[in-house]
């Protein structure tokens, strides 16, 4: 009866969960940008619209980042909050003008207009009028502000929408160019904004020009790790080091999995499974040509040990249902040992969670290794960012400047005094100091609390973790053994638009489905290779063919 | 007096209560007889309506025609209006460039609709799903209605009502989580099940007992929900007519086929023709959220379909087209199943 | 004799001509009740001890909460303790019953002026009506005509788009179409005219159906945060209750297409499960408090009552 007691209801139940994603893209058809031109940056036109680099010498991280042979950087460990913060910039930035921002927030919206707000606003000399929007339904706000003109002076367009937000459609129309302001040498008015790595910047680049500004910058951002209860382990008297192939987890499985217990050993392993396996971002080129990760023989590999992992019992039926939801939860309780996740689930956030649950709680991460147990690991490097934000068209050239002063109090290095208030408010008001961490007052709770500022621009990432060192020290040197094993994949850190008739055959969904319906065990490797052929003539090897003569031969691989 | 006004016009058993409750739908209709005044409202009227001239029927229905208006411009500015939208299932529909610069391919998206594997199994999956939701869960409400309805004590009546109506307002998420907690695969049944050397049975992941199991979340969350119409129209039964029958000695069994259920049977028929032209929708986000539980072969139907090949991919004209075959089958479907009523003697949407 | 002082208590219990009930007749009955309150209610508890629960229980079951091993109210105080949800309690309410109004307004007379079978142009209009429960534009076109129109943050952009249920309306149409025919007809004999013979028969009579709809219409603008996210994505200011409180029910729900970007923890970050469960529990508490308003006119005899007066 439900589905017909009303049509409203009807329009509910296509609602939560689905029903953010159904609109967005449907929106994002009234979308007014100009049609975005297919392509890539050219690599004369990308260099000319980079900024230079100058790095910041303010803060002095405890513990350095690290950099491997192909140029990616582990993030910067800091210990202990600086006592005194350094200041950076010495000047209020702004003129008095008005704006407003709108950013994507994960949590509680602040009130509008609050101390904390008003707090920034006096130190930035601007009236910022901070808009957050619910982040899990950013997807369909920004379509809408698009099609209705409406989009505010600063906007967060993370890149994971940059398709669905038509961003590639929306700069130079309803975004300003910021290439006059920033390309070059000019960047160096704005010292903070300079210290900004050259890769993140690169994410802002359409059409040969700079539009957008980067936040959280890393210099590695790996798609994600084995997580294992490394309390468990030892307890267990395993060590992690000891998996060092494909067949070694699958017989870690058989030794932790214990279903009458109610303890599994895997939680959904596939997403992390690409680097042991070598599988690419999306293409690897050999000798010029491009392979469809699709087509690697890797690739094919992988999924068949998914599927034999799948049918061994060793992962949790609820990871297996694609209940993803609470796959948290199952790793704080104990009911799954070893799990796949970003390397953003690696901080003190957790280990409170996971110590309420048990106080021996601690997690770790699986150094890399090759499924084949002989060969050199290997993983890719993520984008440098995947969060940019862009000014409005609409402004003017000295309101562009003043939010570019805006934008470099924002961007100040960690542990500054800029970005001790951007981050924790003001102290004695909204933080105060305990063991010399700034730590929120319950008047902070409410109104800083979250992430707003940063959205619009922050400095590169660091690794902090005040009050829980040993998670800092466990992550740093992790990423600096892994960084040692990064390379950059085919179009890294290229802004790429796909012409729209290969958009379906990119995303790929009966294909991918079938990938699914795989690594859950309820298909073969063979219905995978059925799919794969079909895909191919459907669009597949057109989509790679574009790819190679549009974007490899013309603007190289970006390597 | 209401007994004796309708029993004149029932002629297969007179003297019955079967056809006697007033304030109930669907009952005045005389059965199978076409030219046959319909039902008491009409007996006091002139005769032949049919022949009256537009003019004077337009300015005896004046104010039943202006009290639609509302509705009628509602429906046209926010409905009709932006049906402008479904041309896209014959473009090659760009968002980008917009609906009336996109390229015009005709029927192109139809032909290779139906040309697709996958459509046909989600077609067959929407319809399977629909018969099993047909069959078991339509009848749920009714009955939990008559139920409630013969318990005495007002008291538990209220309580019992209440309570069944609180599913309804759980997500589709979280009915999902408490079903796998319950009888998932490390849900308590299972746990169970191996702490007593028994094998486990994981009925979430099992695409063969996959309709049932959707169709019994369906009940769960809804069938409470599903009374509430039913009671106000067991609410609109004249207690004069248990009464009366009582009188002559018809048991309580004797009372509920004679009086009870023809008094629920135009809502009843109102209900289940509603449900045949909603047949094509059979629970979206339910199904988009058990999708990879199953596997896509078990758990897409038409809307699955449309959001992942059409929206899902950027094939927004695909999946546009898809959405028109649904709108058509549904309008067939609800006027097939309107005329199954009428057939039936009843009055279905609207009277014969 | 204590039948008649039973009777005298509660008005509505057995009635003196029905017999006296079965022992096996009830106990049937009283398993299928108990059955479906366990059904019910076992799960609810769940739910309602989650939303009570300190996250250390929480994770220690690894998912909802059965045996408690800690309580607190930081859910509710967490939600409840910030002004914007009292604001946006003020916003739900006011949308609520303007919407519920002027839903019930259009929607009565709709189904009053077509529920005469022989009325002109009622089977037109039928068509009108029904073909829209099937046939849709889409999102993009209902969006740009409801922007069009200026609807880009106004309240009325919450309640006109969605003012209309043609269920509703038909299903109130199938009550009126019979509902005291006999009066409606001796009304009409009387000389009264449509807009008198709704309001002072029709409405009167037809009592249960005019709440369960008001209750259909009360709770869809009540739930709904569709418009909401289309129409006023960034005016935090305007939001609905359940707008406000959607913020954490799907924290933390990955959206198709999103990657894990791993710049921190904010976008992977999964909402207590108490807060969500806290969301579901104050979702029920104002259906717990309205329905009994509906079901006073569930009552056994409402109807009679008013046909024989």
């Known amino acids: 009866m439900s589905s017909q007691i009303s049509r409203r209801t009807l329009l509910r139940t296509a609602v939560t969960v689905a029903g953010a994603a159904v609109a967005a893209p449907l929106l994002s058809a009234c979308g007014s940008g100009g049609a975005a031109k297919s392509g890539s940056n050219s690599k004369a036109g990308l260099a000319g619209a980079l900024p230079a680099f100058v790095a910041s010498t303010a803060v002095t991280a405890d513990i350095p980042s690290v950099t491997g042979p192909s140029g990616g950087f582990s993030d910067p460990g800091f210990l202990t909050y600086p006592a005194a913060p350094v200041k950076t910039v010495t000047k209020t930035p702004g003129s008095g003008g008005s704006y407003s921002a ?458 | 007096m209401v007994v004796a006004a309708v029993t004149t016009n029932s002629a297969d058993v007179p003297g019955r209560a079967e056809e006697a409750a007033p304030g109930l739908p669907g009952l005045p209709g005389h059965p199978g007889a076409p030219g046959t005044p319909g039902g008491p409202e009409q007996s006091l009227r002139p005769p032949s309506p049919r022949r009256l001239n537009r003019r004077i029927r337009l300015r005896r229905d004046r104010s039943l025609l202006l009290m639609t208006v509302p509705v009628v411009v509602l429906l046209l500015v926010f409905n009709y209006l932006p049906l402008f939208g479904t041309v896209t299932a014959f473009e090659y529909y760009d968002p980008i460039v917009g609906v009336v610069n996109s390229e015009w391919i005709g029927l192109e998206n139809f032909r290779q609709l139906l040309g697709d594997p996958l459509f046909w ?65 490390a849900g308590l049944l299972n746990q169970f099940l191996r702490q007593h050397d028994m094998t486990p049975w994981n009925i979430m992941t099992d695409p063969s007992v996959f309709k049932l199991l959707v169709t019994s979340q369906v009940i769960w969350k809804d069938a409470g929900w599903g009374i509430i119409v039913f009671l106000a129209a067991l609410a609109a039964i004249d207690e004069n007519l248990y009464e009366a029958a009582a009188m002559d000695g018809a048991g309580r069994w004797r009372r509920m086929w004679h009086i009870t259920l023809p008094g629920l049977r135009g809502v009843i028929v109102l209900m289940l023709v509603l449900r045949l032209g909603n047949v094509l929708n059979v629970g979206f986000e339910q199904l988009l959220i058990q999708r990879y539980a199953v596997g896509h072969d078990a758990a897409d139907v038409l809307d699955t379909f449309s959001y992942f090949y059409g929206i899902g991919t950027n094939n927004y004209g695909y999946g546009a087209a898809a959405g028109i075959f649904k709108s058509v089958i549904s309008l067939l479907l609800i006027y097939g199943a309107n005329k199954l009523a009428h057939s039936f003697g009843e009055d279905g949407l609207y009277r014969k | 004799m204590s039948d008649v002082t039973l009777k005298a208590r509660r008005p509505s219990a057995r009635p003196v001509w029905e017999e006296e009930p079965t022992a096996v007749g009830q106990g049937v009955k009283g398993v299928t009740l108990a059955g479906i309150l366990v059904l019910v209610l076992g799960p609810l508890w769940c739910v309602v001890i989650t939303s009570f629960s300190t996250q250390g229980s929480i994770n220690r079951a690894g998912g909802l909460v059965i045996v408690p091993h800690g309580l607190t109210l930081n859910a509710y105080r967490t939600m409840l303790g910030d002004g914007p949800v009292t604001r946006a309690l003020f916003v739900s309410l006011g949308v609520t019953v303007a919407g519920t109004v002027f839903s019930m307004v259009v929607s009565v007379l709709c189904a009053y002026g077509l529920s005469r079978s022989r009325s002109l142009g009622h089977r037109f209009l039928l068509m009108l009506l029904v073909v829209t429960m099937f046939v849709s534009g889409g999102l993009i076109p209902s969006y740009l005509v409801v922007t069009g129109l200026g609807g880009f943050d106004q309240y009325w952009a919450l309640i006109l788009p969605s003012a209309v249920s043609v269920f509703n309306i038909l299903v109130l149409r199938s009550f009126y179409g019979s509902t005291a025919a006999e009066l409606i007809d001796a009304a009409r004999m009387d000389g009264a005219g449509d807009w008198r013979i709704l309001w002072s028969v029709v409405l009167p009579t037809s009592r249960a159906v005019t709440a369960v709809i008001t209750l259909f219409y009360a709770v869809g603008y009540w739930n709904s945060f569709f418009n909401v996210m289309l129409y006023m994505p960034t005016s935090s200011q305007k939001w609905p209750l359940q707008y406000v409180l959607y913020q954490y029910v799907n924290l933390g729900t990955n959206m198709p297409g999103q990657v894990n970007s791993g710049f921190g923890n904010a976008a992977n970050a999964t909402a207590p499960l108490s807060l969500q469960m806290a969301v579901v529990v104050l979702t029920l508490v104002p259906v717990v408090i309205a329905f009994p308003f509906v079901q006073k006119h569930f009552a056994k005899g409402v109807l009679t009552g008013a046909v024989k007066g």
Do not use: C
């Open chain 1, 102 to 559: 709108v950013t994507p927030l994960w949590g509680t919206i602040p009130a509008a207009d609050n101390p904390f707000y008003q707090a920034v606003n006096a130190a930035l000399g601007v009236k910022l009028t901070m808009q957050p929007a619910n982040g899990t339904t950013y997807n369909t706000a920004i379509p809408t502000l698009t099609a209705a003109q409406k989009l505010p002076d600063w906007v967060q367009l993370p890149t994971w929408w940059n398709a669905l937000f038509n961003v590639g459609g929306l700069v130079g129309t309803q975004l300003a160019d910021l290439t006059p302001y920033l390309a070059g040498d000019k960047i160096k008015e704005y010292p903070n904004l300079a210290a900004l790595p050259t890769g993140a910047w690169q994410a802002g680049v359409w059409g040969d020009k700079l539009y957008g500004i980067p936040s959280f910058a890393s210099g590695t951002a790996f798609a994600g790790a084995f997580f294992y209860r490394r309390d468990v382990f030892e307890a267990k008297g395993i060590a992690a080091d000891s998996v060092k192939s494909a067949d070694d987890l699958m017989n870690l499985g058989k030794e932790l999995t214990n279903a009458s217990a109610g303890v599994w050993a895997f939680d959904d392993m596939w997403t992390y499974l690409t680097q042991p396996f070598g599988i690419a971002q999306l293409f690897t080129a050999k000798d010029g040509k491009l392979v469809h990760k699709y087509e690697q023989p890797e690739y094919l590999e992988a999924l068949n040990w998914a599927w034999k992992l799948a049918k061994s019992g060793y992962i949790h039926p609820d990871a297996l249902a694609g209940n993803n939801n609470d796959a948290k939860a199952r790793f704080y309780a104990g009911k799954v040992l070893v799990t796949g996740d970003g390397t953003g689930s690696w901080n003190m956030a957790d280990a409170q969670a996971g110590q309420a649950a048990d106080p021996k709680y601690r997690r770790g991460a699986l150094p890399l290794f090759a499924a084949d147990g002989t060969s050199a690991p290997s993983i890719f490097l993520g984008s440098s960012t995947s969060l940019v934000s862009y000014l409005n068209a609409k402004l003017k050239p000295e309101q562009i400047k003043e939010l570019l002063a805006v934008a470099n109090y924002l961007a100040a290095p960690w542990g500054s005094a800029e970005y001790t208030l951007i981050n924790y408010g003001v102290e004695g008001v909204d933080h105060t100091r305990v063991d010399g961490t700034p730590t929120f007052t319950p008047a902070g709770q409410k109104s800083v609390q979250q992430q707003t500022y940063p959205f619009l621009v922050s400095s590169p990432q660091a690794t902090s973790n005040p009050g829980f060192d040993q998670i800092t020290k466990d992550r740093t040197a992790w990423e600096a053994q892994a960084v040692k094993y990064a390379y950059k994949p085919v179009f890294w850190n290229m802004n790429i638009t796909v012409p729209s008739r290969l958009a379906t055959a990119g995303a790929a969904q009966a294909l991918e489905d079938t990938v699914k319906d795989v690594q859950h065990g309820l298909k073969t490797v063979a219905d995978y290779q059925n799919a794969l052929t079909s895909w191919k003539r459907s669009g597949g090897d057109e989509l790679t063919a574009w790819y190679q003569s549009e974007i490899y031969d013309k603007q190289g691989s970006g390597q």
């Open chain 2, 121 to 185: 199994g989600s077609v067959w999956n929407t319809l399977e799903l629909a018969a099993v939701q047909l069959v078991l869960f339509f009848p749920v409400p009714v009955a939990l209605a008559l139920l409630l309805n013969s318990v005495l004590s007002p008291r538990i009546r209220s309580f019992v009502q209440s309570v069944t109506l609180i599913p309804h307002f759980f997500s589709w998420v979280l009915v999902i989580t408490l079903f796998q907690q319950m009888i998932g695969g």
